[in-house]
């Protein structure tokens, strides 16, 4: 027992783990009773090396146990040659699928010591499949390509994997194994088309270029991956078709998917065109995505000479790619497709397309090089590296953020290789996180060794996340940094890139003022304060941000009207830089509303909240209401009062816009909000006033109660609503009721006074219009003045008027006894007649017709458009006096839930209200967007420009979208609701 537990303890000093492993070495004979046999300590030292010796181990012995006759000589190779021996098992303890290939194929071993020139590759593989000269077909030339094809890529992994065995060997830089795995490539296409040839009938008529895309276009190849291809041809296009068919075919079978789907019209398009026909094209219809790929291009295999015309052809094209109208936009929206198609549950360990992986890298690059490689052919390199290295030394990219960013690069793409050469297969992402395994080999084969305090599983980790926050930081950076060193006037020996370069690069983001944007760019980031070092770290984020929000000019401008005005706020920047989602949404706030810029500067509270949406959209307006009359009323005289109360509503009116402009409210939840908070300062005021009047008088000779009517009484404020109300007052004790009348006229008169002050704040406007008499009457009536007008003088517009009536502030008592006493006016016994109906009728008639503004398209108007606001309110209000005094439902201030009642109470079809229901919510939504989008109250939606844009994106549009499809779902949306108010209103 002790004898067989002693030899595996001490072969574990070498990293063995398996139960097998001593018997492995014995039979190779390395081992002899508890240690190395003579001159085997450099063999199983090498083996620790490996990133997984067990592996190495058994794939070695499976060697062994393949071929007898090969053993002997490889064994004292693995022995004596520390060159081979590191390549060997380099490949054995990384590669599952290479090692494979050694076993089925043993003196395939013999590639390690005399390995072929790249520049031999074509030659080897032609050998392959023409032996003797006699080209090979079908099934035979698939397999000997694959032979000869997996033969060459040993020959790659072992020189890539040899330094992490054997540290003498030379290690090889990314840049030469990528090159290697495209040559090797290239002459795989090569002789798949030789095969092709000689497969095909007539061959001879037709010529083919074999265009490379892609990371082969760029000779940046992975161990495993698709190669892009574009067929050119001439000569007789059907038998280039079938010559371009079998070579994929062939080259399919053996060595690695070649995929056409770059070429014009993609897979729907014919598979080998002309040059002419490429031409027209790409003149014609290419998509800018396609001049991106383009970029890539070259000639892989096939006539030479067709391919150079093919390249000198779209190369004028790809370099003018740039002045195409949102060019820029266009690339990044794909960079933003691709993301989001990305699982959640995988998006972190996404090496190529997740954020701070390779594509961010590759779109950056591609980005700076088809916008400055116009006028720089230093720029114009289909390599990523050799193009970034290119952006550092032109000054269009700081040196040291190239050389981050190369690093960088290069970490990920080394992970990439190692992933795949595990199994040969296409993957690219990273090991779990409870993968300690997989975690330890990868980092292993990567060249991490364990430092003391943590494992290889935990410095990959670290090493990984590292780079990718790198990635990610430099791809938003990388784009602007250059341009905040021109405008700043930094001296910098790496950067030389002009004002006017930055303001071409502006231009290209989609900023309409560029020179504007400098302006703002270096009031903010100019001087050595610690405040401007921190606009500098941020504001290559805001860019990029705001380059994706409707309006990028102006959302700059209101940033740098934001920062200025908190400057001395001490957490502002730190909150912006610590916490991106603040970052992010301001963005998104600033490009979008001028309303909420406006608010921010006096509320910069709210900033706080844009990181969590709980705290944006939670709050109960109740409890809010309640917090800013408790507020208003420490507060020791009226002017303060008053003052606090219009703070918290423009904290909780900036508050609601920027949850409403981001998506966290519904409309309901907005209209509620609003009212709430308008009722709220109104009672403030109230009660401010009239503690003012008391002290002036010497006492209260009335009690006062305001009604709220309109939007205000049915709780569906607007940003940019009045507050229509009723004034009513009772006299108290033994007081006249004049002089009751004279103290509340006076208590109202300042409450409209100081709440209508003017303000950089939204209008504060209370509107007694709707009071008896309109304006020609008193500003406040008697409760006994009220019930007797509607009594004897009320018409039927007032009883309409009186359906959205609801106690607000003042006394609950008085309030609650009007409320009593015009139920009868605004619910009459009976309903209407037929007299009273054809006068609601005229007059939402002559409202329509005089008070739509000249010039004012109807279906766009939110209020007194077709199937707006208007059309559905006077329909609700028109069934509720006629049948809301048999039906107690309809008794409510609410148009949403009177809507409802219309349906219970079979008044109208549930697909009627429904119609008229969404287009009171789209109508609703579409009027507060316009006022958050203009910053000013508005009721005629924008037909084109920035504007739409703006308001369409606040409905989930996004900049990319076609605007124009929101106002076709509006008018859609309004027009059948306007059909339901024709039946229904009208008895049409």
């Given at each position: 027992?002790?004898?067989?537990?002693?030899?595996?303890?001490?072969?574990?000093?070498?990293?063995?783990?398996?139960?097998?492993?001593?018997?492995?070495?014995?039979?190779?004979?390395?081992?002899?009773?508890?240690?190395?046999?003579?001159?085997?300590?450099?063999?199983?030292?090498?083996?620790?090396?490996?990133?997984?010796?067990?592996?190495?181990?058994?794939?070695?012995?499976?060697?062994?146990?393949?071929?007898?006759?090969?053993?002997?000589?490889?064994?004292?190779?693995?022995?004596?040659?520390?060159?081979?021996?590191?390549?060997?098992?380099?490949?054995?303890?990384?590669?599952?699928?290479?090692?494979?290939?050694?076993?089925?194929?043993?003196?395939?071993?013999?590639?390690?010591?005399?390995?072929?020139?790249?520049?031999?590759?074509?030659?080897?593989?032609?050998?392959?499949?023409?032996?003797?000269?006699?080209?090979?077909?079908?099934?035979?030339?698939?397999?000997?390509?694959?032979?000869?094809?997996?033969?060459?890529?040993?020959?790659?992994?072992?020189?890539?994997?040899?330094?992490?065995?054997?540290?003498?060997?030379?290690?090889?830089?990314?840049?030469?194994?990528?090159?290697?795995?495209?040559?090797?490539?290239?002459?795989?296409?090569?002789?798949?088309?030789?095969?092709?040839?000689?497969?095909?009938?007539?061959?001879?008529?037709?010529?083919?270029?074999?265009?490379?895309?892609?990371?082969?276009?760029?000779?940046?190849?992975?161990?495993?991956?698709?190669?892009?291809?574009?067929?050119?041809?001439?000569?007789?296009?059907?038998?280039?078709?079938?010559?371009?068919?079998?070579?994929?075919?062939?080259?399919?079978?053996?060595?690695?998917?070649?995929?056409?789907?770059?070429?014009?019209?993609?897979?729907?398009?014919?598979?080998?065109?002309?040059?002419?026909?490429?031409?027209?094209?790409?003149?014609?219809?290419?998509?800018?995505?396609?001049?991106?790929?383009?970029?890539?291009?070259?000639?892989?295999?096939?006539?030479?000479?067709?391919?150079?015309?093919?390249?000198?052809?779209?190369?004028?094209?790809?370099?003018?790619?740039?002045?195409?109208?949102?060019?820029?936009?266009?690339?990044?929206?794909?960079?933003?497709?691709?993301?989001?198609?990305?699982?959640?549950?995988?998006?972190?360990?996404?090496?190529?397309?997740?954020?701070?992986?390779?594509?961010?890298?590759?779109?950056?690059?591609?980005?700076?090089?088809?916008?400055?490689?116009?006028?720089?052919?230093?720029?114009?390199?289909?390599?990523?590296?050799?193009?970034?290295?290119?952006?550092?030394?032109?000054?269009?990219?700081?040196?040291?953020?190239?050389?981050?960013?190369?690093?960088?690069?290069?970490?990920?793409?080394?992970?990439?290789?190692?992933?795949?050469?595990?199994?040969?297969?296409?993957?690219?992402?990273?090991?779990?996180?409870?993968?300690?395994?997989?975690?330890?080999?990868?980092?292993?084969?990567?060249?991490?060794?364990?430092?003391?305090?943590?494992?290889?599983?935990?410095?990959?980790?670290?090493?990984?996340?590292?780079?990718?926050?790198?990635?990610?930081?430099?791809?938003?950076?990388?784009?602007?940094?250059?341009?905040?060193?021109?405008?700043?006037?930094?001296?910098?020996?790496?950067?030389?890139?002009?004002?006017?370069?930055?303001?071409?690069?502006?231009?290209?983001?989609?900023?309409?003022?560029?020179?504007?944007?400098?302006?703002?760019?270096?009031?903010?980031?100019?001087?050595?304060?610690?405040?401007?070092?921190?606009?500098?770290?941020?504001?290559?984020?805001?860019?990029?941000?705001?380059?994706?929000?409707?309006?990028?000019?102006?959302?700059?401008?209101?940033?740098?009207?934001?920062?200025?005005?908190?400057?001395?706020?001490?957490?502002?920047?730190?909150?912006?830089?610590?916490?991106?989602?603040?970052?992010?949404?301001?963005?998104?706030?600033?490009?979008?509303?001028?309303?909420?810029?406006?608010?921010?500067?006096?509320?910069?509270?709210?900033?706080?909240?844009?990181?969590?949406?709980?705290?944006?959209?939670?709050?109960?307006?109740?409890?809010?209401?309640?917090?800013?009359?408790?507020?208003?009323?420490?507060?020791?005289?009226?002017?303060?009062?008053?003052?606090?109360?219009?703070?918290?509503?423009?904290?909780?009116?900036?508050?609601?816009?920027?949850?409403?402009?981001?998506?966290?409210?519904?409309?309901?939840?907005?209209?509620?909000?609003?009212?709430?908070?308008?009722?709220?300062?109104?009672?403030?005021?109230?009660?401010?006033?009239?503690?003012?009047?008391?002290?002036?008088?010497?006492?209260?000779?009335?009690?006062?109660?305001?009604?709220?009517?309109?939007?205000?009484?049915?709780?569906?404020?607007?940003?940019?609503?009045?507050?229509?109300?009723?004034?009513?007052?009772?006299?108290?004790?033994?007081?006249?009721?004049?002089?009751?009348?004279?103290?509340?006229?006076?208590v109202a008169e300042t409450v409209r006074s100081v709440l209508g002050a003017p303000s950089q704040d939204p209008a504060l406007e209370v509107d007694a219009d709707l009071r008896p008499e309109g304006r020609s009457g008193p500003l406040v009536r008697t409760f006994e003045s009220y019930r007797a007008y509607y009594e004897r003088w009320g018409e039927v517009w007032e009883s309409q008027a009186l359906l959205?009536?609801?106690?607000?502030?003042?006394?609950?008592?008085?309030?609650?006894?009007?409320?009593?006493?015009?139920?009868?006016?605004?619910?009459?016994?009976?309903?209407?007649?037929?007299?009273?109906?054809?006068?609601?009728?005229?007059?939402?008639?002559?409202?329509?017709?005089?008070?739509?503004?000249?010039?004012?398209?109807?279906?766009?108007?939110?209020?007194?458009?077709?199937?707006?606001?208007?059309?559905?309110?006077?329909?609700?209000?028109?069934?509720?006096?006629?049948?809301?005094?048999?039906?107690?439902?309809?008794?409510?201030?609410?148009?949403?839930?009177?809507?409802?009642?219309?349906?219970?109470?079979?008044?109208?079809?549930?697909?009627?209200?429904?119609?008229?229901?969404?287009?009171?919510?789209?109508?609703?939504?579409?009027?507060?967007?316009?006022?958050?989008?203009?910053?000013?109250?508005?009721?005629?939606?924008?037909?084109?420009?920035?504007?739409?844009?703006?308001?369409?994106?606040?409905?989930?549009?996004?900049?990319?979208?076609?605007?124009?499809?929101?106002?076709?779902?509006?008018?859609?949306?309004?027009?059948?609701?306007?059909?339901?108010?024709?039946?229904?209103?009208?008895?049409?």
């Amino acid at each position: 027992m002790v004898d067989s537990v002693r030899p595996a303890a001490s072969v574990a000093r070498f990293g063995f783990t398996s139960e097998h492993a001593v018997d492995e070495l014995q039979a190779a004979g390395w081992w002899a009773g508890h240690g190395p046999t003579g001159g085997a300590e450099a063999v199983l030292t090498a083996f620790s090396h490996t990133p997984d010796p067990d592996l190495a181990l058994r794939t070695v012995d499976r060697i062994r146990q393949a071929d007898a006759q090969v053993w002997p000589e490889l064994a004292a190779a693995i022995r004596d040659d520390s060159t081979v021996r590191g390549r060997l098992l380099g490949i054995a303890g990384t590669s599952t699928a290479l090692g494979d290939f050694l076993v089925s194929a043993p003196h395939e071993w013999q590639r390690l010591v005399r390995p072929t020139t790249v520049a031999d590759y074509p030659a080897a593989l032609q050998r392959a499949v023409a032996p003797d000269g006699q080209v090979l077909s079908g099934t035979e030339a698939e397999q000997a390509l694959r032979r000869g094809y997996r033969g060459l890529l040993l020959e790659i992994a072992a020189d890539d994997l040899g330094h992490l065995v054997e540290p003498r060997i030379t290690t090889p830089s990314f840049t030469d194994t990528a090159h290697a795995l495209t040559a090797l490539a290239d002459a795989a296409l090569q002789a798949g088309l030789t095969v092709a040839q000689h497969e095909t009938r007539d061959a001879e008529t037709a010529t083919l270029a074999v265009i490379a895309m892609g990371k082969c276009g760029g000779r940046e190849l992975n161990y495993v991956s698709d190669v892009d291809v574009v067929f050119v041809g001439d000569g007789d296009l059907q038998v280039g078709t079938r010559l371009a068919t079998a070579m994929m075919r062939v080259v399919g079978k053996a060595c690695f998917e070649v995929d056409a789907a770059l070429r014009p019209e993609g897979k729907a398009g014919a598979l080998v065109r002309t040059l002419d026909s490429h031409e027209a094209y790409y003149k014609k219809w290419a998509r800018t995505w396609e001049f991106q790929a383009l970029l890539k291009a070259r000639p892989a295999a096939g006539d030479d000479e067709l391919g150079r015309r093919y390249t000198e052809l779209v190369a004028p094209m790809v370099w003018s790619a740039a002045e195409r109208d949102n060019f820029v936009v266009d690339v990044q929206h794909m960079r933003r497709r691709v993301e989001k198609h990305i699982p959640a549950e995988i998006a972190d360990r996404e090496l190529k397309l997740g954020q701070g992986g390779l594509r961010d890298v590759e779109f950056a690059v591609q980005l700076l090089q088809l916008v400055h490689g116009r006028v720089d052919p230093q720029l114009r390199s289909a390599s990523t590296l050799e193009a970034l290295e290119a952006l550092g030394a032109g000054g269009y990219v700081g040196r040291s953020d190239a050389a981050e960013m190369q690093e960088s690069y290069e970490f990920l793409r080394l992970l990439e290789h190692r992933l795949q050469l595990r199994a040969l297969r296409r993957t690219h992402l990273f090991p779990e996180p409870d993968d300690t395994a997989a975690l330890r080999w990868l980092a292993r084969a990567v060249g991490i060794r364990p430092a003391r305090a943590k494992s290889e599983a935990e410095l990959l980790t670290q090493e990984f996340r590292k780079h990718v926050r790198h990635v990610r930081t430099l791809h938003e950076k990388l784009f602007y940094r250059p341009l905040l060193e021109a405008v700043a006037r930094v001296p910098s020996a790496d950067l030389r890139l002009t004002a006017k370069q930055a303001e071409q690069r502006l231009t290209a983001l989609g900023f309409a003022s560029p020179d504007g944007a400098l302006q703002h760019i270096r009031a903010l980031t100019t001087g050595v304060s610690r405040r401007a070092a921190i606009q500098q770290t941020l504001l290559p984020v805001l860019l990029d941000l705001l380059a994706d929000t409707p309006e990028p000019d102006g959302g700059l401008l209101a940033y740098r009207r934001v920062s200025e005005a908190l400057s001395d706020t001490p957490w502002y920047l730190r909150v912006l830089r610590d916490e991106a989602a603040v970052a992010e949404n301001l963005a998104t706030l600033l490009g979008t509303s001028r309303l909420v810029p406006d608010l921010l500067v006096r509320a910069p509270e709210v900033l706080r909240m844009l990181g969590d949406a709980e705290r944006l959209c939670g709050k109960d307006p109740a409890e809010t209401a309640t917090s800013l009359r408790a507020a208003a009323r420490r507060q020791p005289g009226m002017n303060a009062a008053v003052a606090t109360a219009r703070s918290l509503r423009r904290h909780e009116m900036l508050r609601v816009a920027c949850a409403d402009i981001l998506g966290l409210l519904d409309v309901p939840s907005v209209c509620d909000a609003l009212s709430s908070v308008w009722a709220a300062v109104l009672q403030a005021a109230l009660e401010a006033a009239t503690r003012y009047q008391q002290a002036q008088v010497g006492g209260q000779p009335a009690k006062i109660a305001v009604i709220g009517m309109g939007r205000l009484g049915g709780g569906e404020l607007g940003y940019g609503s009045d507050a229509d109300v009723l004034f009513v007052c009772e006299r108290v004790g033994d007081a006249t009721d004049h002089e009751a009348l004279k103290f509340a006229t006076t208590v109202a008169e300042t409450v409209r006074s100081v709440l209508g002050a003017p303000s950089q704040d939204p209008a504060l406007e209370v509107d007694a219009d709707l009071r008896p008499e309109g304006r020609s009457g008193p500003l406040v009536r008697t409760f006994e003045s009220y019930r007797a007008y509607y009594e004897r003088w009320g018409e039927v517009w007032e009883s309409q008027a009186l359906l959205r009536a609801r106690f607000l502030a003042g006394d609950c008592e008085l309030g609650d006894r009007f409320i009593e006493a015009i139920d009868p006016v605004r619910y009459p016994e009976g309903g209407l007649d037929a007299t009273k109906v054809r006068e609601v009728r005229r007059i939402k008639a002559r409202v329509d017709t005089e008070r739509m503004p000249r010039g004012a398209d109807p279906t766009m108007h939110t209020k007194l458009g077709r199937g707006g606001l208007a059309d559905v309110e006077w329909t609700v209000q028109l069934a509720q006096l006629r049948h809301a005094h048999e039906v107690p439902a309809l008794r409510t201030t609410s148009t949403p839930a009177a809507l409802e009642a219309m349906a219970q109470a079979g008044l109208a079809e549930q697909e009627e209200v429904d119609a008229l229901r969404d287009a009171w919510l789209l109508a609703t939504r579409a009027r507060n967007a316009a006022m958050l989008v203009r910053g000013k109250a508005v009721d005629q939606l924008p037909t084109s420009g920035r504007e739409l844009t703006a308001v369409a994106s606040i409905f989930g549009y996004g900049v990319d979208d076609d605007a124009g499809e929101f106002l076709d779902a509006y008018r859609k949306t309004t027009r059948q609701a306007h059909a339901v108010v024709e039946r229904l209103f009208y008895d049409a």
